[in-house]
């Protein structure tokens, strides 16, 4: 069946633009995960979702950052006001279920460049 | 947050087993222990995760320390396309949501 998918795969945009990357999960899965992964690093948390409820999102960087998932399904992460610290991979996650023993199922993230 | 250390970086020849090591001196008991691994420009992949014991699946094998403070990730033959940056990471039992990656092992695989 088909995976988690992210769109756009690449991103560019100025200085100050707003942007936004968005993520289908696998079908049926509760558990929609947000994280930011800069060069060089391993992916570092922003948000969880369960369902349409945003449970958790201590790891988003700044006000500029705000994610939704109004439906349960598709989410957004929206960027306003790019800075260029924000260039990074922003990958999405989905699990089946929550729970310290769900695998989460991630996409091939969004590459944004921010000049 | 429980951290874990791993090696920068491991060599390993086609058709050998390899093992990766992870050190997690500071999990707690509801700590499950989970790997991922990335390839280059891929999001990272589930490989296996375990809480106490040792763990099998297709890709790989978990060996858990009896007193859980490290673990082990066995390729039992790799291949070419296994050359990945592998995470060793702990997920709290009741603050799951959050996943830390740190920098992982990247594995270089010769033929």
């Known amino acids: 069946g088909a995976g988690v998918s992210q769109s756009p795969r690449y991103k560019v945009a100025k200085r100050g633009q707003d942007v936004a990357l968005r993520c289908d999960p696998i079908s049926g899965h509760v558990s929609l995960f947000w994280y930011q992964q800069a060069l060089g690093q391993g992916p570092e948390f922003l948000t969880y979702f369960q369902n349409e409820a945003q449970l958790d999102k201590s790891g988003l960087p700044s006000d500029r950052f705000f994610a939704e998932r109004p439906e349960g399904s598709v989410s957004t992460l929206k960027i306003q006001r790019t800075q260029q610290e924000d260039s990074a991979v922003y990958l999405c996650a989905s699990s089946l279920r929550q729970g310290a023993s769900q695998p989460q199922h991630f996409g091939d993230g969004t590459r944004l460049s921010i000049l | 947050d429980a951290k874990t250390t791993q090696p920068n970086s491991m060599e390993s020849n086609e058709e050998e087993p390899v093992h990766l090591p992870c050190n997690h001196s500071t999990i707690s008991g509801t700590d499950y222990i989970h790997w991922y691994r990335q390839l280059p420009s891929q999001g990272p992949e589930y490989v296996i995760h375990?809480?106490?014991s040792n763990v099998n699946n297709r890709m790989a094998s978990l060996a858990i320390a009896e007193d859980r403070k490290s673990s082990t990730l066995i390729l039992h033959r790799a291949t070419l396309r296994d050359a990945a940056v592998y995470y060793c990471i702990l997920r709290p039992l009741y603050n799951f949501n959050k996943f830390y990656f740190g920098s992982g092992t990247k594995l270089n695989v010769k033929p």
């Open positions: 375990g809480l106490t």
